[in-house]
């Protein structure tokens, strides 16, 4: 009885999940409500609250379940890569864009809402934060006085722009082409304006 009852609110779950998806399809996550939710989902609102505190909790649990596997696609740490490390970052870049390009109905959705994309911010740039190594400012060609939480912020806004180029563009270019450019950008635009020599 137990397990049917867990299958039960695991499908209940997902039917909720994707209820809001297809709702942020067509409008914003604010002006979302539990109503709107429950109605879509064919559910009443006695059965979303048995399963979420409010559209928050709904929104941050189809939020976690992504950016989840998209933090462990980026869990290695960020340096300036070496020549015999740029293809591991490469490889490293091209998985986060692959998961992207098999989650895109829902990143398609997250990189539209503010809300989301709010989210999506802090978690790479607490992220990249743990993992981005930056030496002290020595050299001449570095950005005097930059803090090392911006170069993390403007990292973390660079990635969430060239992924919704890439999304709302139909994928033109595949992960592994993206993770190239990445790459690029990462060892001979972000490094280099903060003083750590390029491995080109």
């Keep these: 009885m137990r397990k049917h009852q867990d299958i039960r609110a695991r499908l209940t779950r997902k039917l909720l999940q994707d209820t809001l998806l297809a709702l942020l399809a067509e409008k914003r996550f604010e002006v979302i409500t539990v109503g709107e939710i429950a109605e879509r989902a064919m559910v009443n609102r006695a059965t979303f609250y048995r399963h979420y ?5 709904l929104g941050n649990s189809l939020f976690q379940e992504a950016i989840e596997q998209l933090a462990c696609d980026l869990s290695s740490p960020l340096k300036p890569p070496s020549a015999s490390e740029v293809e591991g970052v490469v490889t490293l870049l091209a998985t986060s864009f ?5 989650y895109s109905r829902l990143y398609r959705v997250m990189v539209r ?20 190594s930056l030496p002290p400012r020595s050299s001449q060609n570095a950005v005097e006085g930059m803090p090392e939480e911006l170069a993390v912020a403007s ?32 060892s001979s635009g972000l490094f280099q304006a903060m003083g750590i020599p390029s491995s080109r």
């Design 53 to 57: 505190q409010d559209k928050y909790a």
């Design 113 to 132: 809402n503010v809300w989301f994309t709010a989210k999506m911010h802090d978690t790479l740039a607490e992220l990249l934060g743990k993992r981005l």
């Design 155 to 186: 990292l973390a806004n660079w990635l969430i722009s060239m992924i919704r180029w890439w999304l709302e563009n139909g994928m033109p270019y595949p992960p592994q082409q993206m993770a190239l450019w990445c790459t690029t950008f990462i």
């Design 98 to 102: 692959a998961h992207i390009a098999e």
